[in-house]
Each structure stands twice: as structure tokens, then as C-alpha cells.
């Protein structure tokens, strides 16, 4: 029992590390929140096309969903890392009160801080473990989980918390990751996103072999020995990764293993296939609206995001064969969407 216990604290420890830490929204290189997918969800979601302001899940959300309720009286947000939803949701005048709770205190110190800058009053943060926090009941009339639902474990014990903490009529919205646990896709997809990030051109895929022929070209500029070996070895390299035809057109994708998780964030995806089975299981009305990304929030990295080129004609018709690529596959039912935007009413 000790053993688990120290195992649990520590794997607590490292996810509060890397959260408080970590701040997704604060960059668009990511499938979240580069814009040409984004403009792509919105519409999946909403209907709506326009997702030029950084807000648009909740200004969208509050436009379609909300209008007619707000203000709530008070609010909870979970999962709420540096605080961005909150100030949104207080700059849409969503709750007159809002809570916010995340796991890591250095994120909750800076959302503190953030709140404070742009002066908002209507909000209160604090830490929390919602896996082992009591939540009070018939204390809110909206639950906020942005991407949080998905890091929780034991759902089966969360959602009916959250449940709970609702009053009569209550509503609990979710933008969440909904594929495997730990993204451990079944083979027929990791062979799809393989051939995927085939299609990708050089300029937008990252190569490690050119990595390192990069960084060698850099060492030989020297004029010692060693250089010039170094010099002669990129040349040879050059030769190889030019006609070796079996290296270039096999596998240049992998899928992360349960271990890289572990080791920096062992919360990530965990209970990411449980969220909509736990969700319709707890609340009477659930309504899911997919986003996809069953190909492209795998295949595509930082590399592609921090080089595509808004401006380039090939860069944007390739992305849109990718979108094509994917509905195809999901509608054809060898995929499901692995990502949902979700309603839930009391």
C-alpha cells in the first residue's frame, strides 16, 4: 500500500509540474489553436465560419447555447490552468460569479495574477484535486470542463460529483479529447496517419535525418580533422537518404507509447475514452458535436504549425486535402472523431 501511495503522489507531483508549467492556449501551434483547424471546428460545432477572435469556443458556445440564460449565477470551471476561459467567460458577462480550480498551484498563482491584471473581480480560484475533492452540492449553475474531463481517471467517480454540484436545470459544456486512452490508436489508424505524413512535403514534415545532416553542416565548417570527416560523412548521408528508397517510403510516423506519457504527464488522455460514456451515463440530455482530427491531431507537430504558410497556395490546398482525407475515413466508419464538443443538461 505504501508503494502505491508514493507511486500516486509522485505521478500527482509530476502532473502538477508540468501543468503549472505548460500553457496550450498561450501558443497557436498546436491543433487546438492554429487557426486554418480551428476555423475547421468551429464549423464542425457551430455552423459558424468565423473564428478569427481567440474566444471563439465560448463566444460560440454562449452565442448558440447560452444567450437566453446568462448571466448564471455562479460558474465553475475545472481543469482551469492559468485562467483564460474564466476571464473569457467573465468578459462575456457568462456567470456573475466564477471558480475556478486546477491541480497545479503555479498555474493558479499566475491565473490569480492574470485576473488581477485585467482587472476581473467576479472570480475566484483555488487548488484542487477533483479526484478526491468533495464538491458541494446544488452550488452551481454551470459546470465549464475545457479539455479537463479527459486527464481524470476515474470518471466513473468525477462526472457523478459534478452531477451533483449542479442545481436543477444546471448545465455542464465540455470541449474535450475523446479518443484512446493515452492516444494508443488501434493499427488500422496508425497505418493511415503513416501514409498521411507521407503526403506532407519536407518543408512541412519533420525529419530527423535531415535534423542531424543540418547540425553536421554546421560542425564542418571548422577546418580541423574531425570537420572534415564530418564534411565527408553529410555528403555520404546526402547519398543515402537520396537513393534509399525503403528509408524514404516506409515508417516515418510512430505513435507516442504509454511510457513517454507517463513520464512527463501520466494524467494525459487517461480517461479520454470514458468521457462521453460517463457523460450520457449521468445526465439526462447530452448532445455531442465531433470535431474530428482522427488523422491530423496526430500527424501534424510543431514543425508543420510553426512552417506552414498562410500564404501559400500548395501549403493551404494541402491542409484542405488532409480535412478531405480524414472525412473521408470517418465517414466511411474505419475512424471515429477523437474529438467532441459537449452539452450536458440537467
Known sequence: M????????SGRNMVEKFWGETDYPASEHNFYHFPPIRSRSCSLIFGESDAGRSDWCE??????????????????????GFGRVERTLAKLNVATHIVGTDIAPKAIEQAREKAAAEQIENIDYYVGDLNTDVL???EYDLIWANGGLH???RLDLVVPKLKQALRPNGMLIANEYVG???????????????????????????????????????????????????????RYCEQLTEYAVPARFGQIWQMSSVENFLAYDPSESVGADRVIPELKKNFPRVEVKNYK???????????????????????????????????????????QSDNAHIICSC
Not at 505504501?2 to 503522489?9: I, M
Not at 463566444?59 to 482551469?80: A, G, H, M, N, Q
Open 180 to 234: 484512446p486512452k493515452y492516444q494508443q490508436l488501434p493499427p488500422r489508424q496508425q497505418e493511415i496517419a503513416n501514409a498521411v505524413k507521407h503526403l506532407l512535403p519536407r518543408e512541412l514534415r519533420d525529419n530527423t535525418n535531415y535534423y542531424r545532416l543540418g547540425k553536421l553542416r554546421e560542425y564542418q565548417q571548422g577546418r580541423s580533422l574531425r570537420a572534415r570527416i564530418a564534411g565527408r560523412l553529410v
Open 59 to 80: 463566444y460560440w458556445t454562449v452565442e448558440k447555447y447560452l444567450r437566453d440564460r446568462i448571466p448564471f449565477e455562479k460558474c465553475l470551471s475545472i481543469c482551469c
Open 151 to 153: 486527464h481524470i481517471a
Open 293 to 335: 482530427g482522427s488523422i491530423v491531431l496526430y500527424v501534424l507537430d510543431r514543425f508543420f504549425y510553426e512552417n506552414f504558410d498562410v500564404r501559400n497556395d500548395s501549403h493551404r490546398r494541402l491542409l484542405e486535402t488532409l480535412f478531405t482525407i480524414e472525412d473521408t475515413f470517418i465517414e466511411s466508419g474505419e475512424l
Open 2 to 9: 505504501k508503494q502505491n501511495a508514493s507511486a500516486v503522489n
Open 136 to 138: 458541494p452540492e446544488n
